[in-house]
């Protein structure tokens, strides 16, 4: 074969490469098409957010987060410290280590819980409820309209007391389809309606059920195998127009959901957490901020969405 060919057959190469890259840029792509890969360094959108807070934590046990409009309370081994203007204030001891804590209706008013037990504090005194039995373990509590709502993973339900400790229903999922629990990982959050979301973690399904206990609407991460783990969300927060934003084990991340449970952007990807010990938490504050509480490193970090 003589050079005249060689140099045709190469400059046709050349030209074959050059239309393949071009029909594969993904820059030419349109945004709402773009499925976030499964890879370490995720792809972050142009938008973003961006950490403008952290707070530093005293106790090296931290480990439950929660927020009202003038304090912060964090949860520990030991029992339950708030914080005002970044600078703990008070610290009320409880039996064992606290595992959730929402703020009550008043400020400075909370409800905490240890795995068996839920106490309700006005910062001077704690009122103890009734301990649980112990195939009990609670994870989460939350507070939506004018009721308390708690997940109890080790009996795989969520109750509802009114703010006096009276017990007004429990559910164990939608009728045949349970809630899946494979570890103490079984969140709630408020739906801004009354009722809750609560994380099926092993299912990877978020479910929203009314004020008395009734399924209404459920999400699954999109695309499908993007939640990975046995247990995830392990933490979920609602932010406006009904998005939710993900703490998630294992792979330690957090990420933003569309209703329909499609992935928008990572909020924080997972190079900017330490990947050993799991203890963190998620805390969704006024104006769309999210706060989480890195433990192992004794501090809350927040975050605000980067204006368009």
């Known amino acids: 074969m003589n050079k005249k060919i060689w140099t045709i057959l190469a400059a046709n190469l050349i030209l074959l490469i050059a239309v393949v890259m071009f029909l594969f840029d993904p820059d030419k792509s349109e945004d709402n098409e773009i499925s976030t890969p499964l890879i370490n360094v995720p792809v972050v959108s142009k938008q973003g957010w ?15 987060l929660a927020f009202d409009d003038k304090y912060i309370y964090i949860g520990d081994a030991d029992g339950v410290a708030t914080y005002y ?29 240890t795995a068996r037990m839920i106490v309700f504090s006005d910062g001077k005194t704690i009122d103890k409820w009734p301990k649980m039995d ?9 507070m ?23 017990k007004l229903w429990e559910i164990n999922g939608n009728g045949e389809d349970k809630f899946i629990i494979p570890s103490p990982y079984f969140d709630l959050s408020p739906d ?10 092993g299912r990877h399904r978020v479910e929203n059920y009314t004020a008395e206990g009734k399924f209404k609407a459920s999400w699954e991460p999109v695309p499908k195998n993007t939640m990975l783990g046995c247990c995830n969300p392990a933490y ?25 449970g499609k992935i928008i952007e990572y909020l924080v990807p997972e190079n900017n957490f330490s990947q050993g010990e799991f203890r963190y938490d998620l805390a ?15 501090k809350i970090d927040i975050y605000e969405q980067r204006a368009k």
């Open 50 to 64: 961006r950490k403008t807070k952290t707070i530093e934590v005293s106790s090296k046990t931290a480990s439950s």
């Open 134 to 142: 112990s195939q009990s373990t609670i994870t989460a509590l939350t």
């Open 192 to 201: 801004g309606d009354g009722g809750i979301w609560v994380v099926n973690p």
């Open 144 to 166: 939506s309209g004018g009721k308390l709502f708690v997940a109890d993973a080790g009996k795989r339900k969520v109750y509802c007391y009114s703010v006096s400790g009276k």
């Open 284 to 298: 969704v504050l006024p104006g769309n901020k999210v706060a989480i509480l890195d433990g192992p490193r004794n």
């Open 85 to 113: 203007k970044g600078k703990q204030i008070l610290h009320i001891e409880l039996p064992s280590k606290v595992v959730a804590i929402t703020p009550a209706k008043n400020v400075f008013f909370y409800y905490a819980a």
């Open 236 to 260: 979920l927060g609602v932010l406006s127009g009904d998005r939710f934003v993900s703490l998630e084990k294992g792979l330690v991340r957090s990420r933003l959901f569309a209703p329909s």
